[in-house]
């Protein structure tokens, strides 16, 4: 006899255990079914969070080379990468707790398991005790993504790497090409150069963040070639072979020229592919599209009636607070509310890198492919006071707004505390506000934030710390 909820949700990560928790306050018997030991899914264990922990150490071991300047006598800064480990290993286990307490505390479920559909309203869970069922009113389906490669650089775990294997190197290689300039990429590059590697980026396109602002994409390049990180793009890399001395041998072809290159380690990072297989979706009639991933109504509902999917499975950005959001949106609908669909133009995205790229709304060559009169301003990190006192000079602000009204259609930033200062711009954004309105908003001084009131005096040619045609 199958156990009856009001919801079964497959997958604990911050899709799955955001929408548990939410349904769990407006009273519905909830399970959430998770094959891993813990909650926290992909981004816990293996993504946004444990990278973090290493680029936060990257960034104190750069901050630490520099601090003579501030008059801080430190000696060489080194790398106990074991303690660096188990600092990792602590932050994972902290928060997985305070997840599962979360959905203790929300009288939610956990169920340990491999969970799939088994026909309309039905799941079937595979644990380590056997088959269990689960009844279900409503399914959300939120079970991820896993890492993927091109054929022939199938990762072996010593010198061919996948991002979770760099996440666990018991040392640095001293010399590591990465496939894939990307968020991903772009990260791991950071932490490998700041740990000590000799790093090279490989970019299939012809830009490194080939999602984000061209002008801001083509400054962050520049920055990373200073620090002396090498970059190709428009480059293809050949399937490794082995140099004969335990090293492996690449070929790089870029502009009709190959390049011979040698490293220790190489390290792909060209995305990652949804988790549709074997979850039972033929058991109520669904399928995938060809890349894999399903398709989802404007409220998070898949075409079969009772089952609705978020996160790393539907088609758009693969992130960790869009899933939370998805999540979110789909209990209102399954509960019987009616809440605003998620416009995915508004979700921030954020790469981690050292300098931080972040960006919420339209790159200006979006907006002008959708045919939009636009205007811009760029404000560069070099002429703020904050910036300039605590070392933080490089990168800028880029404001996007429609031409006339000056009403915000995107905002981007490149420099230290990125991912934190387009929260600003992404509710400038949302609100629809103008490049005026923001301008006319007091900002703290010394602040980083004060970028965004500069660059919207710029847009009217009239910012204050930046002469017109000036640097800063």
């Not at 009856?4 to 799955?16: C, Q, T, W």
């Not at 922990?53 to 080379?65: I, M, N, P, S, T």
């Not at 416009?343 to 972040?358: N, Q």
Request: aromatic share 2%; proline share 6%; charged share 20%.
């Amino acid at each position: 006899m199958a156990e009856r909820y009001d919801l079964v949700i497959l997958g604990a990560g911050p899709g799955g255990y955001v929408a548990a928790v939410r349904a769990g306050q407006l009273g519905l018997r909830t399970a959430v079914v998770e094959k891993r030991e813990s909650p926290g899914g992909t981004c816990l264990h293996w993504g946004c969070v444990p990278t973090k922990v290493l680029l936060h150490a990257a960034g104190l071991l750069e901050d630490a080379r520099g601090a003579a300047a501030f008059g801080v006598q430190l000696g060489a800064p080194a790398l106990d990468l074991g303690t660096l480990h188990k600092r990792k290993a602590v932050t994972i286990r902290r928060l997985a707790k305070a997840i599962e307490n979360l959905l203790d505390a929300t009288g939610v479920e956990r169920v340990r398991g491999r969970g799939r559909l088994d026909g309309p309203g039905r799941v079937l869970v595979e644990g380590d005790g056997g088959a269990r069922a689960l009844a279900a009113e409503r399914v959300l389906l939120a079970t991820g993504s896993e890492t993927s490669w091109p054929r022939g650089f199938e990762p072996d775990g010593k010198r061919i790497l996948s991002s979770d294997h760099a996440l666990t190197l018991p040392a640095i290689p001293a010399e590591v090409v990465i496939v894939g300039a990307g968020a991903i990429g772009l990260e791991f590059a950071s932490i490998l150069h700041a740990f000590g590697a000799r790093v090279t980026l490989v970019e299939l396109l012809d830009r490194i963040a080939p999602t984000e602002d061209a002008e801001l994409s083509e400054a962050l390049r520049a920055i990373l070639v200073k620090k002396g990180i090498r970059v190709h793009t428009g480059a293809r890399l050949a399937p490794p072979g082995s140099s004969g001395d335990d090293r492996l041998a690449l070929r790089l072809e870029a502009g009709g020229e190959e390049t011979a290159l040698a490293a220790d380690a190489l390290l792909v990072a060209t995305g990652r592919r949804p988790v549709t297989g074997g979850i039972g979706l033929e058991t109520v009639g669904l399928k995938p599209d060809a890349g894999g991933f399903l398709p989802v109504g404007p409220r998070q509902e898949t075409a079969a009636e009772g089952i609705w999917a978020i996160g790393d499975i539907v088609p758009g950005p693969q992130l960790a607070h869009l899933a939370s959001a998805e999540g979110l949106v789909a209990v209102a609908h399954m509960t019987g509310g009616d809440p605003r669909p998620i416009d995915r133009d508004l979700c921030p995205a954020c790469i981690y890198c050292h300098p931080e790229l972040a960006s919420v709304g339209l790159t200006e060559q979006t907006a002008r492919e959708r045919g939009l009169a636009v205007e811009t301003a760029v404000f560069p990190l070099a002429a703020n006071s904050k910036a300039t006192l605590i070392n933080a000079g490089q990168g800028m602000v880029k404001l996007v707004a429609e031409a006339g009204d000056g009403r915000l259609l995107g905002a981007h930033a490149l420099g230290r505390g990125a991912t934190e200062l387009i929260a600003e711009g992404g509710l400038a954004v949302q609100a629809g506000l103008s490049a005026a309105a923001v301008g006319r908003a007091i900002h703290g001084h010394p602040t980083l934030s004060e970028v965004w009131m500069e660059a919207a005096h710029a847009l009217a040619g009239r910012s204050i710390h930046l002469p017109p045609g000036g640097e800063g």
